[in-house]
């Protein structure tokens, strides 16, 4: 019999990830708070459930992608404390969590026989829809093994070390790819008003040593045609950057960049709603830009 799948969190992202694994022929269960998300998934034709314990109970594999640490501890609760969990089950945390909690939520789940991947993604809402996310998959090798035939639907896995390397990984990504942000904002103003066309300056970057993820996707895709459409809250990247700061100072080490970019970011998300698309930075960057 085929390993059923249970999924829980049917948002921005969830919902397309649900998409390619009942297109890649899983049976797949989803469960969110909301029943907003539950409709949304309705039409994928996954089995939906307004109930977790029901759902937990039925499934070989749970899959997650939650907004935080906080709500993956919340989730695994409930489940633990229904009693449900199928022993032996995998459970894979593709959320950007914290890799310390990760670990401890793994020594909290072992005594019920389930065993615990982490594999956060990169690639956005587009690469979820694409099924081309990249995926950086942490845990005990053969779990992460027994993981890939779940998770290759949704994008190109690789295994990046022990439980919680793949939070780790996450979260350094995104305060590198935040701090492209910022500093193309900050670079792209000086040269609006220094009489540089936008455009422009996009493509010499592009061809030049100054790309990054954001003069390639970011600007070009979202801040350039004011679309701010990305599909990632601004409110999520600030707690993927302060993950990542925590790293940088448990293990200690220069971070002088790394703390003026956190504080940056969120001097900006005082005043920009945490459900602003992260790209609208950009905007706030040229506004405030001291001129
Ligand atoms: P989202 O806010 O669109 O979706 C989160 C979903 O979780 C919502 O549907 C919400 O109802 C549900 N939820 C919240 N609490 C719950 C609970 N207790 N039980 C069940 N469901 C609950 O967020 P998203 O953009 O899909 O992001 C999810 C995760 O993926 C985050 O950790 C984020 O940092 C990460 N991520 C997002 C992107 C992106 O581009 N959006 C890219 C990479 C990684």
């Known amino acids: 019999e085929a390993a059923s799948v249970g999924f829980i969190g049917l948002g921005r992202m969830g919902v397309p990830m649900v998409a390619n694994l009942v297109r890649a022929g899983h049976d797949v269960h989803g469960f969110d708070l909301s029943s907003v998300a539950r409709d949304r998934v309705q039409q994928t034709g996954a089995t939906v459930h307004p109930d977790l314990a029901d759902m937990a109970g039925r499934v070989d594999v749970l899959i997650l992608i939650l907004p935080d640490s906080g709500v993956v501890e919340r989730v695994v609760e409930d489940c633990l404390a229904s009693g449900v969990l199928r022993p032996g089950v995998l459970m894979i945390d593709m959320s950007s969590s914290e890799p310390a909690r990760t670990r401890a939520l793994a020594l909290g789940l072992a005594p019920a026989g389930v065993r615990v991947v982490d594999a956060p993604v990169s690639g956005g809402v587009g690469g979820a829809e694409r099924g081309d996310l990249t995926i950086m998959a942490g845990g005990d090798p053969r779990d992460v093994e027994d993981a890939r035939v779940f998770l290759e639907p949704l994008g190109s896995v690789s295994a990046v070390g022990a ?121 706030w960057i040229v506004e405030r830009g001291g001129r």
Do not use: Y
Not at 180 to 203: Q, Y
Not at 215 to 235: C, I, N, Q, R
């Open 163 to 283: 439980l919680g390397a793949g939070h780790a990984m996450k979260a350094l990504n995104n305060l590198l790819s935040a701090t492209h942000l910022w500093i193309t904002g900050e670079v792209m103003a000086a040269g609006a008003h220094f009489g540089l066309d936008p455009h422009v300056m996009v493509d010499a970057f592009n061809s030049s040593s100054g790309r990054s993820g954001s003069t390639e996707k970011k600007w070009p895709s979202f801040v350039l045609p004011a679309t701010f459409d990305s599909g990632f809250a601004l409110g999520l990247m600030v707690k993927d950057m302060r993950i990542a700061l925590d790293l940088c100072e448990t293990v200690g080490g220069f971070r002088t960049l790394s703390e003026a970019s956190v504080a940056m970011w969120e001097q900006a998300a005082e005043s920009l709603p945490a459900e602003s698309d992260h790209t609208q930075i950009a905007t």
